[in-house]
């Protein structure tokens, strides 16, 4: 069956770095995708992975083994408006995007 | 601003009322897509349109209705809802369906059934 899986809550320091892991077990892959989604307001896009290896713009980086069926954020240089949910989600066939549950990432000063 | 927006922003309906939510997108995309969204859970992909024409439908039911009369407008009919259909009704567009393009989302529709 369709799974992803991503932990539920993270917590970082200001400054610091976190990397936020997402696994999948899907019918097809076509892609990966990562969004952030600040509490109240809409996912937006941050990364695109369909080929395996490291992704990077800016302080963000996305990775991908497709072998592995596994995927991670990283996140640099950690700012308070970083305090987020991270969604992860796969294409899985033309038209199909199966989301993870998203990863509650918690910036402490 | 994302240039999707989604009215209204709060509904309130009872069980055997009809409403409809508005979605409208500004950045000359193609598909659109409803997606529901509860507390805690995966984003649930209902509909998705490419140049107007229906290409999913995963198995919602029939209480919800979509509609796209062209590639900027869509729309979700609500009727007969479910307490369990509370939810954040998340819509969102992209340059075409099926292919790599990041999704734009609005701001979302919460909905409480009562």
């Known amino acids: 069956g369709q799974n992803i899986d991503q932990p539920t809550e993270m917590t970082a320091t200001e400054g610091a770095i976190v990397q936020i892991n997402c696994t999948y077990q899907?019918?097809?892959?076509?892609?990966l995708f990562w969004y952030q989604q600040h509490a109240g307001e809409a996912p937006t896009f941050l990364s695109y992975?369909?080929l395996d290896g490291l992704e990077e713009k800016g302080r963000f980086s996305s990775f991908l083994s497709r072998s592995k069926g596994y995927s991670y954020l990283l996140l640099k240089e950690l700012q308070m408006k970083d305090s987020a949910s991270y969604l992860c989600?796969?294409?899985?066939?033309?038209?199909?995007?199966?989301w993870g549950a998203g990863t509650k990432l918690i910036i402490k000063p | 601003e994302t240039g999707v927006t989604q009215t209204p922003r709060h509904l309130v309906m009872g069980m055997t009322n009809k409403k409809s939510l508005k979605c409208e997108q500004h950045?000359?995309?193609?598909?659109m897509y409803w997606y529901k969204q509860s507390a805690k859970k995966p984003l649930e992909l209902m509909f998705v349109y490419n140049f107007k024409e229906q290409t999913e439908n995963n198995s919602v039911p029939s209480r919800f209705s979509p509609e796209c009369p062209n590639s900027s407008h869509l729309f979700l009919h609500l009727h007969t809802l479910q307490p369990e259909d509370s939810a954040l009704y998340l819509c969102?567009?992209?340059?075409?369906?099926?292919?790599?393009?990041?999704?734009?989302f609005g701001p979302g529709t919460r909905l409480t059934v009562t």
């Open positions: 969102a567009s992209s340059q075409m369906a099926g292919e790599d393009y990041e999704q734009y």
């Open positions: 989600a796969v294409r899985e066939g033309d038209y199909q995007l199966i």
């Open positions: 899907t019918s097809g892959f076509n892609g």
């Open positions: 992975n369909v």
């Open positions: 950045l000359g995309h193609n598909a």
